[in-house]
């Protein structure tokens, strides 16, 4: 299972980013993928999820409103589009395969936002 993050970039406050997630070795439209993030000195922090069956979303409230976590089951691809970006969104930003069965690590993407 190989999970590959791309996207990540320097930004100003208030703008975007789209985070791209390649997943391959499991089926992607049966599993449940998340994104995490990392700052430096913080612990790892859920950011977005989306569930294998209904595709519904699950965000953390630093997030929600700002984020959309989505899926493209035939690039077997999963997206975090990123709005409205804050200096505290500075982060290294990784996805996972989480739920049911071991997880699964991708390489994470870094995504600086200045001020």
């Known amino acids: 299972v190989q999970l590959q993050a791309s996207g990540g970039g320097l930004v100003q406050a208030g703008g975007s980013l789209r985070l791209s997630c390649a997943v391959s070795?499991?089926?992607?439209?049966?599993?449940?993928i998340a994104w995490f993030r990392q700052a430096p000195g913080k612990e790892r922090e859920g950011v977005a999820c989306?569930?294998?069956?209904?595709?519904?979303?699950v965000y953390s409230d630093s997030v929600k409103g700002r984020f959309t976590v989505s899926r493209d089951n035939a690039k077997n691809t999963l997206y975090l589009q990123m709005n409205s970006l804050k200096p505290e969104d500075t982060a290294l930003y990784y996805c996972?395969?989480?739920?049911?069965?071991?997880?699964?690590w991708g390489q994470g993407t870094q995504v600086t936002v200045s001020s």
């Open positions: 996972a395969k989480v739920g049911g069965g071991p997880w699964y």
């Open positions: 070795g499991l089926t992607f439209g049966n599993s449940a």
């Open positions: 989306i569930v294998s069956d209904n595709d519904d979303t």
